[in-house]
């Protein structure tokens, strides 16, 4: 398989997304992707992100892989969720209060920071609206951020969250304690709970 054909086939795994990174860990050299863009089979739509022209462009999916340390929270992950109905007019992530937030992510998101022992807390896959798997908080520590962030989110927001929450069948109250006390919101996700159930 010569170089194009096997750039070619990796787009098709990736559903007609592709890096300039990943170039490197497929030992072949930019310029193919340069050919490729030429021949008119991709379209560059952001620094180092390119898609297939047949592809519906996947910002939540390519921002991610540009920036793998983004996990999708607070009013993004409620929309993931279905905790809310509202689309997010940004995306909103955390990062690691270490972490340094490149321009590029400041304009297309809403940064929330938080300690680097408590980054990887609840993270699990979802999927985008375009079927590409993601990094999101799970349900339990989504409704802790926002419970914790709720002078910075619509409080109609945050209703409507807690009040779907405590209607899914999945819920689990014990994990939702344990994160709330690591996120330091205990006593306001009990006082929460105790009004809506």
Same mark, same amino acid.
């Given at each position: 398989?010569?170089? #194009? ?7 098709? +795994? ?8 990943? &170039? ?7 310029? %193919? #992707?340069? $050919? ?13 992100? %390119? ?12 921002? +991610? ?5 983004? @996990? ?7 929309? #993931?969720?279905? &905790? ?30 938080? $300690? ?36 910075? @989110?619509?409080? +109609? ?20 304690? +344990?994160?709330? $006390? ?5 006593? #306001? @996700? ?8």
């Amino acid at each position: 398989m010569n170089y #194009l054909e096997k750039l070619e086939d990796f787009i098709k +795994q990736k559903n007609g997304t592709i890096l300039t990174s990943d &170039l490197e860990d497929l030992n072949i050299p930019r310029i %193919y #992707l340069s $050919k490729l863009v030429d021949m008119g089979k991709l379209e560059r739509v952001s620094r180092g992100v %390119y898609v297939s022209p047949e592809t519906i462009e996947d910002e939540m999916y390519y921002m +991610q892989c540009k920036y793998p340390r983004i @996990i999708y929270s607070h009013e993004t992950a409620l929309f #993931l969720h279905n &905790l809310t109905d509202r689309t997010p007019f940004e995306y909103s992530a955390t990062v690691s209060s270490s972490y340094k937030v490149v321009k590029n992510i400041c304009e297309n998101f809403k940064i929330y920071y938080i $300690k680097n022992d408590l980054h990887s807390l609840g993270i699990t896959d979802s999927m985008t609206s375009f079927g590409n798997k993601i990094k999101v908080y799970n349900v339990e520590r989504t409704i802790c951020d926002i419970v914790r962030s709720r002078n910075k @989110i619509d409080i +109609q927001i945050v209703n409507e969250a807690l009040k779907r929450y405590i209607k899914l069948t999945s819920t689990d109250y014990a994990l939702l304690i +344990q994160y709330a $006390k690591k996120l330091k919101v205990e006593k #306001l @996700i009990k006082n929460y709970m105790e009004v809506l159930l």
